[in-house]
């Protein structure tokens, strides 16, 4: 048994993944939902122990294992999608086509007897005998058309939340767009490195470490996305066609409730709280907001809270208030969102816009 540094973060991995994942999937099955990110990291995790017996040695011992993964790994783009789409529909099991495809590929190898396998997985391993891996390039390339596949889902999603949330958290989504953008990133560095190794036909044991361990840590952090943001209802996206008049008095219906109400206070607010209130559609309370103010629900809920947060600035009992004390109090939950709200509002920091008033 070999035991260095890259086997001690493997192992680490491999811990941590399985953990996470199970905790995750737990949570899921008690919300009544399926958490398709915490699946990828379990069969990541599966994945690395399969990698971790090889390099072990422990192989020799249980042959029939050899390469049993080897299908799994094309589930993980689809499990990614999945979870940016926040559903799965008959259409989307086309996804795994590529997996079975795998499937079909290698069953014949499992089929061979346990002393043909071990040789072909010791010589395939074996450094001075190194070769290139054209399935690693297809893999790769699997992988990042599903990251492509899941930007532009969530793009898609950013427009149509921005209509029924008025949390900033929720439409910036820091955390999935920033772990998209780093699996897009290890796409390229693995295929470059792929590319070298071939290239120079010499093997570099770490380059499947530091794989392993990135892919780890990148689904982590996806799978820490808010699950609201996963089950936004596509068909928002079909405003409702009322004329101009009806439209005002419904502007004015929802303007009155949300002034009335001090709905704006709440930093979850979604419009489908405002429509159970005032008994009104959705589609139709949007198809007002964007056609008599010319904002979405995001931008009309924050033109309350900015002008609150302006209002009372010089107030008297506020005068004892940090700046993001009086942020909290009038629905923002989060400084750097209220900070970029504020100056694109009034074209001016708060602190700026304080000292103005003080002047």
Known sequence: ????????????AIFNGFLFGAVQIVKGLLAKRFNALALALIILAYCQLQYWLGYQGYYEFVPHLIYVEAPLWFLVGPLILVHVKGSILVKD??????????????????????????????KQSDPDSYEPNLL???????????????????????????????NAALLNNFNLK????????????????????????????????????????????????????????KNLEKISSADITRLKEIMEIVDEKVNADRL??????????????????????????????????????????????KENMANPEYRNFTLMAIANEFGFNSNTSFHRIFRKYTGKTPKAYLKSLEA
Request: aromatic share 18%.
């Open 1 to 12: 048994m070999q035991f260095d540094i890259w086997s001690l973060i493997l192992i680490v």
């Open 178 to 233: 920033l772990t998209l953008a780093g699996l897009g990133g290890y796409c390229l560095l693995a295929f470059c490195l792929s590319f070298l190794m071939d290239y120079s036909y010499s093997y570099w044991a770490p380059f499947d470490f530091i794989n392993f361990l990135l892919l780890s840590i990148m689904l982590i952090v996806v799978s820490l996305t808010p699950s609201w943001y996963m089950n936004v209802p």
């Open 93 to 122: 099991l086309l996804h795994l086509l590529p997996a079975l495809i795998m499937l079909g590929f290698v069953m014949p190898f499992y089929f061979l007897p346990a002393e043909m396998k071990l040789e072909y997985f010791l």
């Open 264 to 309: 704006y206070t709440n930093p979850e607010l979604k419009i489908s709280d405002v429509a159970e209130l005032v008994r009104i559609p959705i589609h139709q309370i949007s198809a007002a907001i964007n056609q008599v103010r010319s904002q979405n629900f995001f931008e009309y809920i924050n033109t309350y809270r900015i002008n609150a947060v």
């Open 136 to 166: 690693q390039y297809i893999y790769l390339l699997h992988l990042s058309i599903y990251v492509y596949l899941g930007f532009r889902e969530m793009v898609a999603k950013d427009r149509i939340i921005s209509k029924v949330t008025s």
